[in-house]
């Protein structure tokens, strides 16, 4: 036991157990080390910081200068978007792609086939049959596919047979495409949130998130933070394009046509609404950041625990925090909030902006991204300390990212 005894109500640093003479209240405080580099303790954290590109949008006679945040290792970047429709429906090489955004509408009418969705009962209807929730639909010459969660439905024109299928329990039917006239599916584990690629009567993993996967010239496409084309026989990816939609129309070495939810790789926001779009690439000559360059940094986060979560964020010193800026896109022309109120759209509780860090807070959550904005304000080269995520009350659950030199032009 030390003898030590506590004098101007200072802190001792206690060498070993220590004895409490008097009767009161006692604060204890305990720091921990945390080396500057990745360290996983139950908290895994990457943090990546993504440079800010103008790019030209045109929507029907509208203008409008964009945001498209992409790292600056980038090989190519925006330069133009063009708007081309709004539709919840794509026609290409004698198949039809249907996805629901709950309108009642004709999707399909032609001799005595209809198609067609009713947004008060939410139900699809092939002629008199009908499917409840229905999350897409794929048609062709031959056949009509329908998901649904965890189900498949197949209807034969020709016969107008019916079948359902149904995949593993706990997963559920994100997507499809059509590969030599069969789907393949895009399936994600409910427990674990893993997706798997359905084909070939096989499941493979996919090591990331994807939102969508599509066919395009015999070829899988697969829709994650970016475009990527996977090879089933390697079982490896190549990155394309860093955008994400729904399906591919066209694509060339500086050009891609997109339909669906089109987004960059460091947005939040998509760049307009669902529909047609073709985006033009140009070569990345400025593959670094310079002084007044607008950054976003975004940091994900996994946890082994949820609860009481606290991730922090060291600012270097060349920075200012834009604390309301607002990604610009084809229907916000403002990059700011002026207005006195703004909603709580965020998954996590709380975020405090102070003087050399910004803190995150969460509870009930395993996984997601914290995201901020700042400006670059004089060139030189910086060293970004690591972020660090820690639980409140579980000492020995923590992690860090790895650290970054910031080299500003």
């Known amino acids: 036991m030390s003898n030590l005894k506590y004098e101007n109500n200072d802190f001792i640093i206690a060498q070993n157990d220590i004895f409490l003479y008097n009767q009161g209240l006692y604060e204890i405080n305990t720091q921990n080390l945390l080396e500057p580099s990745t360290t996983e303790n139950g908290i895994i954290l990457n943090k990546i910081l993504y440079k800010k590109n103008n790019v030209q949008a045109e929507k029907e006679e509208n203008r409008y200068i964009i945001d498209a945040f992409l790292e600056i290792d980038e090989s190519q970047i925006p330069s133009n978007i063009y708007f081309k429709s709004e539709t919840n429906i794509l026609e290409r090489d004698n198949e039809l792609t249907w996805y629901n955004v709950y309108q009642t509408q004709i999707i399909y009418q ?96 996919l090591s990331m998130n994807v939102q969508d996967i599509d066919v395009y010239q015999n070829n899988i496409i697969l829709f994650s933070d970016r475009m990527y084309l996977w090879d089933n026989s390697s079982k490896t990816t190549k990155s394309l394009f860093p955008i994400s939609g729904n399906k591919l129309i066209n694509m060339s070495q500086s050009s891609v046509e997109i339909f669906g939810n089109v987004k960059f790789k460091g947005n939040s926001k998509y760049v307009g609404p669902l529909g047609l779009y073709k985006i033009d690439f140009i070569s990345n000559n400025e593959k670094y950041f310079k002084e007044g360059d607008v950054v976003k940094v975004v940091i994900s986060m996994q946890s082994d625990i949820p609860q009481f979560l606290v991730t922090e964020d060291y600012l270097p010193g060349n920075v200012q925090i834009l604390e309301n800026y607002s990604e610009k896109n084809m229907s916000q022309s403002s990059k700011f909030y002026y207005s006195w109120y703004s909603p709580w ?63 500003v032009k």
């Open 345 to 407: 759209n965020y998954w996590y509780s709380a975020r405090e902006i102070r003087k050399d860090k910004i803190a995150f807070f969460s509870s009930g959550y395993k996984n997601g991204q914290y995201s901020y904005y700042m400006r670059l304000l004089n060139s030189g080269e910086y060293n970004v300390l690591p972020a660090v995520s820690f639980t409140m009350y579980w000492q020995e659950t923590y992690g860090t990212s790895e650290s970054i030199v910031l080299d």
């Open 110 to 205: 032609e001799n005595n086939l209809q198609i067609k969705y009713d947004n008060r009962t939410n139900r699809l209807y092939i002629n008199e049959l009908f499917v409840e929730n229905p999350r897409m639909l794929i048609k062709n010459s031959k056949f009509i596919y329908i998901i649904k969660d965890e189900r498949l439905f197949e209807y034969e024109i020709c016969t107008n047979n019916f079948k359902e299928y149904t995949i593993l329990n706990n997963s559920r039917i994100k997507s499809m495409a059509l590969l030599n006239n069969k789907p393949i599916l895009l399936v994600e584990n409910i427990n674990t949130n893993k997706d798997y690629l359905y084909i070939e009567d096989k499941y493979e993993s």
